[in-house]
């Protein structure tokens, strides 16, 4: 059905099947600008990294994972790396059960299969067989539990400018105390409303920013030490260290990092 019309056009179909699905690969990076649909939307990466920025905050998109949009979330996006992954869409009426909000989840491989066939229909045609399909699919959607893999932006004015900021530039080492100057706020509102607003401490959401940035440069090819030093590590053994207790295995060992 991708053939015959735009990502866009699906997207905003209000009525139609319950679900729509295609399949893509990627030989080069992409970035997409910020745009919304009507229907809801699960991106998966199954090779590759993709990031999506709304105006609530960034996630990371791993191979094995994929982000749910509830309808008309504003968001954009960037792909990094050769990579492939697929794009389902979800009716509005079936979105009244699944989640409000952007989360990054594991895709088990019963959801992952059911979504690939689904790309695979020909036409739009939804008898019985499809209709299970695409209700088993909406239903995995409900039970995903979301991954430890955004970055939600504070709504005060002078936070989210220094969110924005180490977003744009994780290895910056200024000090609480530097960063609050920057923006115009006390150390002290820093460090006590930044938990309050996004769920972490001001040096975790920052180390979580480093942790993320690493796994698109892992897409990108680049070298350990490379990427230790250039996210303002102390030693590359720490960032190893750091990397595996977040995400259980080292970076050399992490499906990124693996050839293609």
Known sequence: MIDRRSAGQIGNEVEGPTIMAFAVELGAEFATPPHRHARGQLIGCGRGVVTIATEAGAWVVPAGHA???????????????PGAGWSLYVSPAKCAALPETPRTVAIPPLLREAILRAASWPDETMDDARQRIADLVVDEIATLPPEALGLPLPHDPRLRRIARALLEEPAERKSVEQWAAWAGTTARTLSRRFPLETGLSFADWRQRARLMRSLEMLAERMPITTIAIDLGYNSVSAFIALFRRTFGVTPTAHPIARPR
């Open 67 to 81: 982000i749910w949009l509830p309808p008309y979330q504003m968001h954009g996006g960037q792909s990094f790396g």
